[in-house]
């Protein structure tokens, strides 16, 4: 692929070998505000199905003749900032249940605690390849447990930390956050207090953290505004899940530069004097791609393109207190058929991908949170739906210095999992308005090269 603005990632396929020497459960560190026995109320915007999963992250590190001492390692140094750090963020050391209708909450029992393991690598950083884009080949660094069933949160530790040393003394933070907690903004949030708790060796929580999910109570009775197409149950009346699911598909992850995303932007521009943002544009350009690859049959199927918006600023009655860490993102939702983004112009799907993100608004989130009320989504609908999950407005290099510095890299690990989820991350520590964007996507082997012209359509430059 001859192009300086857009690079593919070469991924490094290999197996680190892990070895687990301990585990240990972490209680907050003074009392907190609960008895055994208590329940705390979850909205319905935390217990989406899609909110149902466990958020894996890695962190990797190398560490400087300035950090920690051999007296205090680096798995006591976070275990301690994160026992300080649950006695404000007490509800990630309850559990979730479910109760009569379905509803999850959190609950206060016998099993309480997050939990930290600590692991060890025989092999170096640099052995691990490219630290640039999220590779499978990590999964180890993750700890899950034995026979662990997917999407299991029920009775779980909320934060599931695994701490790996490497042989060269840098070292990994695998990070399992329970997504019906707190969404991306409200990690954030969490993640940067238990980095600044650690790196100062004091509790520093700014913002406060606000639980306060009653906010989001239904309407009673519920009132759905909406069509909710982004819970919509769809027969899949195409080839393109098969296609996905049944031939075993690749991570491929590209390095965009910002003069590729503001040429796309340019000729994205929607046939009207309103404009387009980056997102709209870059999300439009990649769904057409990924459709054009994928030789989607019939050419009249109905596909969808989802997406989450942050509705935080969006709420006014009553606007949300600032160390909020719960999930206020809506599903946007757009529809088009295969022959019009396969024949059609990139400006028309950038319409639609602006209209979809600009139609979340209070009233829609209210809906949103009635539609689940009255209609609590069971399974994740894949038919003929792409996901973009856009990660580069989220600080994650700053808020994860733990006192050894940003990370080499911060993200997640694997998509094949679920491969029709699209990642757009930021790059390293670029912090700049000129930086570049990484782009994730699952795809046939097969598929890959025709996705990458389709990419590449625009950047005659």
Not at 285 to 302: E, G, T
Not at 357 to 375: A, F, G, M, N, P
Request: proline letters at 8%; one cysteine or more; hydrophobic letters at 40%.
């Amino acid at each position: 692929m001859a192009s300086p603005w857009v690079q593919e990632l070469h991924i490094h396929h290999f197996t680190i070998p892990v070895t687990i020497d301990r585990m240990s459960s972490v209680m907050p560190s003074r009392p907190i505000p609960v008895k055994p026995g208590d329940t705390l109320y979850l909205s319905n915007l935390d217990d989406m199905i899609g909110a149902r999963v466990f958020t894996p992250t890695v962190y990797f590190y190398q560490l400087h003749s300035t950090g920690c001492s051999p007296q205090k390692p680096v798995t006591k140094i976070l275990q301690c900032a994160l026992a300080d750090v649950l006695v404000p963020y007490y509800p990630l050391s309850g559990r979730l249940r479910e109760t009569k209708n379905g509803k999850l909450e959190v609950f206060f029992g016998p099993e309480q605690g997050a939990l930290i393991v600590e692991a060890r690598s025989d092999v170096a950083l640099t052995e691990l390849g490219d630290l640039t884009a999220p590779n499978p080949a990590w999964e180890p660094l993750i700890f899950k447990f034995p026979n662990e069933e997917q999407y299991k949160v029920l009775e779980m530790p909320l934060v599931i930390a695994q701490v790996t040393l490497f042989r060269c003394g840098g070292f990994s933070l695998g990070l399992r956050l329970c997504h019906c907690i707190c969404d991306g903004m409200g990690a954030m949030q969490f993640l940067g207090a238990w980095a600044a708790t650690a790196r100062t060796g004091m509790l520093v929580i700014d913002p406060v953290p606000c639980w306060d999910r009653e906010v989001f109570r239904p309407r009673d009775p519920p009132v759905v505004k909406f069509p909710h197409l982004e819970f919509m149950r769809i027969e899949e009346g195409s080839n393109l899940t098969m296609t996905l699911w049944k031939t075993k598909p690749v991570q491929k992850c590209y390095r965009i530069k910002r003069e590729f995303q503001n040429r796309v932007k340019a000729l994205a521009q929607p046939y009207d004097a309103a404009g387009c943002t980056t997102f709209d544009a870059m999300a439009a350009h990649i769904w057409r791609s990924w459709v054009k690859a994928l030789d989607v049959r019939p050419l009249d199927y109905q596909l969808r393109l989802t997406f989450s918006v942050n509705a935080r600023q969006k709420l006014r009655n009553p606007p949300l207190k600032e160390g909020f860490y719960g999930n206020v993102v809506c599903v946007a939702c757009t529809t088009s058929t295969v022959c019009e983004l396969v024949h059609g112009e990139l400006p028309e799907t950038t319409l639609l991908v602006r209209e979809a993100r600009q139609s979340v608004s209070e009233e829609y989130l209210r809906s949103t949170v009635d539609y689940v009320e009255v209609d609590r989504p069971r399974q994740l609908e894949f038919g003929g739906k792409l996901t973009i999950t856009q990660w580069t407005r989220f600080s994650i290099y700053k808020c994860a210095d733990f006192g050894w510095g940003r990370p080499l890299y911060a993200g997640p690990i694997d998509l094949t999992p679920t491969p029709q989820v699209c990642v757009f991350l930021p790059e390293g520590e670029a912090d700049c308005s000129d930086a570049s964007m990484i782009v994730c996507i699952c795809l046939p082997e097969s598929a890959a090269q025709k996705f990458t012209q389709a990419l590449l359509l625009h950047s005659d430059f």
